[in-house]
């Protein structure tokens, strides 16, 4: 390889991995911040922005620091889009075996964004339209993704989200939530007992290793998705989310030259 290639090579992961501490860091950092974190020297940090800037994935802010660009949406949402097309053989699977209708879901900022469903065969089920973006304290698949998230960082989203109560079941104190997750990590799985809408129950998992933080959920009328459905509904749910995520790592692996 040449040092120009070389030097085009690492300039490109250098600017990914500045693209990627920005969302870590909610999106706007300083230059300093940028530096302290990633241990590259201001002045590559500061031309590696610009070259961001001036390609739209990257904004300045009156305040001299910089924010994740417009430009960014589109690939989010096609790539969103695309993670939904794979999964949905998977949750198809999920349907067939427990009966229930299965979605996907993403951490989109501070909300969950549904980005597939496979419907239930049963005339009384669940229905979520790809897209919808509710916040994640009251789902399921929300709660599954928070538990791998530091707690002063759920409590950080918490404080700018609020907790509405979407049921009387909702819970709506920022300790409460932060013990349900530690139950939620404990257990390995996440459960909507009436919390977003009444009379539905929603199991909910993580995708191991997911290239971006995902869950899949099954939801159903409470009356179906029982405790003891919950106990043979799980070992499925989990089992199928290690199959996505192989397959998903199988599908990155594809893609090198």
């Not at 997911?210 to 159903?220: N, Y």
Request: with cysteine.
């Amino acid at each position: 390889m040449s040092s120009d290639r070389a030097g085009g090579v690492q300039s490109l992961e250098r600017a990914f991995d500045l693209l990627e501490r920005m969302a870590d860091a909610g999106g706007e950092v300083g230059l300093s911040e940028l530096s302290a974190s990633s241990g590259l020297p201001l002045p590559t940090i500061h031309r590696l922005m610009r070259t961001l800037v001036d390609c739209g994935y990257v904004r300045q802010q009156p305040n001299r620091r910089y924010a994740l660009g417009p430009r960014l949406i589109r690939l989010g949402e096609s790539s969103a889009k695309l993670l939904g097309t794979w999964a949905r053989p998977f949750l198809a699977e999920l349907v067939e075996t427990t009966g229930e209708t299965a979605n996907m879901a993403l951490l989109d900022g501070d909300e969950i964004v549904y980005v597939a469903q496979v419907p239930s065969r049963h005339s009384m089920r669940m229905f979520t339209e790809v897209g919808r973006r509710v916040l994640p304290h009251s789902t399921g698949v929300g709660k599954a993704l928070l538990a791998h998230v530091p707690p002063d960082e759920v409590r950080a989203l918490l404080a700018r989200t609020g907790m509405p109560a979407a049921t009387e079941k909702t819970i709506t104190n920022a300790d409460d939530f932060i013990s349900e997750l530690e139950r939620i990590r404990e257990a390995g799985y996440a459960v909507d007992d009436n919390e977003q809408e009444i009379g539905v129950r929603c199991l909910a998992v993580t995708v191991p290793d997911s290239p971006t933080a995902a869950a899949i959920s099954i939801s159903g009328p409470a009356g179906r998705v029982t405790e003891v459905a919950t106990e043979k509904i799980i070992p499925i749910l989990q089992d199928i989310a290690r199959q996505l995520s192989h397959a998903l790592a199988s599908a990155g692996a594809g893609t090198g030259a």
